[in-house]
């Protein structure tokens, strides 16, 4: 594990990138001159007003990130554009923009500027705030791809969302009640719970974990489509592990088991993960089959690792900076924390259960 206490930030420099330590907290940082040597004709520098906060993947960070000296933090971001390549021809300083930071790109987000590609930012809308826009574009990109183009939910279709008040879940139960979509959201804290309950509008079904089995989803599940199923599952972590195999600090885990997610899907469901490392058994494989059932792996990053789609993505985020800017897509803001304690925040940030963690820059 790496020591982010040692991991300070000043602000005498124009410009600067702010990393994920690796040496001892070394601070790296850099000065207008050196970013204006760096940009490309495709780049762009942006003067960074607001950076939503996730959970650093160091493991796929190094498949990436070729420097040993830090990892950047922070990917969803919203700013003004204060300089532009020789080659940008959507955009001009003074722009207020918003986009996603890729994974192979050695700036991050918090920090005070960036330098990024024009073909990873879209224009953000006048009415739409810089807080909102950073604080919901990666969690509503990451809805979109598994709703449209892994699920291709339709109205009427019944989804079930795990982790549902987390920032992800949110965004992903407003666009499936965009799309006619009934709801069952899965909470495990009475601070999910209650907000869940409150939701706007409401959602078609509330499942506590911790007061119910996970054999109990699986009949909520059934129940709540007359025994068909339901259409399509999006968890948020898997359990890997049989009861009989875990070790005692796994035993309490209220995440569901790969058979109880088979159980609940209906003919032709899809099932949609975020556990890169999912194993399926070969009589869970044989009960997918059975039900002509799909498994999609989402990693929402792939959008922006790979170039063969840049049309699409683009209008994907121009969709949702319209979805967000018309109140369609509400992201909710956790808290706000200044530039200097976004390290302390992201030691910590498995400990927020509602919304997102943005920094304010």
């Given at each position: 594990m790496?020591?982010?206490?040692?991991?300070?930030?000043?602000?005498?420099?124009?410009?600067?990138?702010?990393?994920?330590?690796?040496?001892?907290?070394?601070?790296?940082?850099?000065?207008?001159?050196?970013?204006?040597?760096?940009?490309?004709?495709?780049?762009?520098?942006?003067?960074?007003?607001?950076?939503?906060?996730?959970?650093i993947?160091?493991?796929?960070?190094?498949k990436?990130?070729?420097?040993?000296?830090?990892?950047?933090?922070?990917?969803?971001?919203?700013?003004?554009?204060?300089?532009?390549?020789?080659?940008?021809?959507?955009?001009?300083?003074?722009?207020?923009?918003?986009?996603?930071?890729?994974?192979d790109?050695k700036?991050g987000?918090?920090?005070?500027?960036c330098?990024?590609?024009?073909?990873?930012?879209?224009?953000k809308?006048?009415?739409?705030?810089?807080?909102?826009?950073?604080?919901?574009?990666?969690?509503?990109?990451?809805?979109?791809?598994?709703?449209?183009?892994?699920?291709?939910?339709?109205?009427?279709e019944?989804?079930?969302v795990?982790?549902?008040?987390?920032?992800?879940?949110?965004?992903?139960?407003?666009?499936?009640?965009?799309?006619?979509?009934?709801?069952?959201?899965?909470?495990?804290?009475?601070?999910?719970?209650?907000?869940?309950?409150?939701?706007?509008?409401?959602?078609?079904?509330?499942?506590?974990?911790?007061?119910?089995?996970?054999?109990?989803?699986?009949?909520?599940?059934?129940?709540?489509?007359?025994?068909?199923?339901?259409?399509?599952?999006?968890?948020?972590?898997?359990?890997?592990?049989?009861?009989?195999?875990?070790?005692?600090?796994?035993?309490?885990?209220?995440?569901?088991?790969?058979?109880?997610?088979?159980?609940?899907?209906?003919?032709?469901?899809r099932?949609?993960?975020?556990?890169?490392?999912?194993q399926?058994?070969?009589?869970?494989?044989?009960?997918?089959?059975?039900?002509?059932?799909?498994?999609h792996?989402?990693?929402?990053?792939?959008?922006?690792?790979?170039?063969?789609?840049?049309?699409?993505?683009?209008?994907?985020?121009?969709?949702?900076?319209?979805k967000?800017?018309e109140?369609?897509?509400?992201?909710?803001?956790?808290?706000?924390?200044?530039?200097?304690?976004c390290?302390?925040?992201?030691a910590?940030?498995?400990?927020?259960?509602?919304?997102?963690?943005?920094?304010?820059?």
């Amino acid at each position: 594990m790496h020591d982010f206490t040692d991991f300070t930030d000043s602000h005498d420099c124009t410009f600067k990138e702010t990393g994920f330590p690796r040496n001892q907290g070394k601070k790296v940082e850099k000065t207008e001159e050196d970013l204006s040597k760096e940009l490309n004709a495709h780049d762009i520098i942006v003067k960074i007003h607001s950076c939503g906060l996730s959970t650093i993947n160091e493991k796929l960070l190094q498949k990436f990130i070729e420097t040993n000296e830090n990892y950047p933090v922070g990917h969803e971001i919203s700013g003004t554009i204060v300089k532009v390549g020789s080659n940008v021809k959507r955009f001009n300083v003074d722009d207020e923009i918003a986009g996603i930071i890729p994974l192979d790109n050695k700036y991050g987000g918090c920090a005070s500027y960036c330098v990024i590609t024009e073909y990873d930012i879209v224009h953000k809308p006048t009415k739409l705030s810089h807080l909102d826009a950073a604080c919901g574009i990666g969690d509503a990109l990451k809805a979109y791809t598994s709703l449209y183009y892994k699920a291709h939910i339709a109205s009427g279709e019944t989804v079930v969302v795990q982790s549902a008040a987390k920032g992800f879940g949110i965004v992903t139960i407003q666009l499936a009640q965009y799309l006619g979509a009934k709801v069952i959201a899965v909470g495990s804290t009475d601070e999910e719970i209650v907000f869940l309950k409150n939701f706007d509008p409401p959602v078609d079904q509330v499942v506590d974990l911790r007061s119910t089995s996970r054999r109990n989803l699986t009949t909520v599940c059934l129940e709540e489509t007359g025994g068909i199923g339901v259409d399509c599952f999006i968890d948020n972590g898997v359990e890997m592990y049989p009861e009989e195999f875990r070790t005692p600090s796994r035993h309490q885990t209220l995440l569901p088991s790969k058979h109880d997610i088979i159980t609940c899907l209906a003919v032709g469901g899809r099932w949609i993960t975020t556990q890169q490392n999912l194993q399926i058994d070969p009589p869970d494989s044989e009960m997918l089959s059975l039900k002509s059932a799909s498994l999609h792996y989402l990693f929402e990053q792939s959008w922006s690792l790979s170039k063969g789609a840049i049309g699409r993505y683009l209008h994907v985020l121009n969709d949702i900076m319209a979805k967000m800017s018309e109140g369609i897509l509400r992201p909710t803001v956790h808290h706000t924390v200044l530039l200097d304690d976004c390290i302390e925040n992201l030691a910590n940030i498995d400990n927020t259960t509602i919304g997102k963690i943005v920094v304010k820059i």
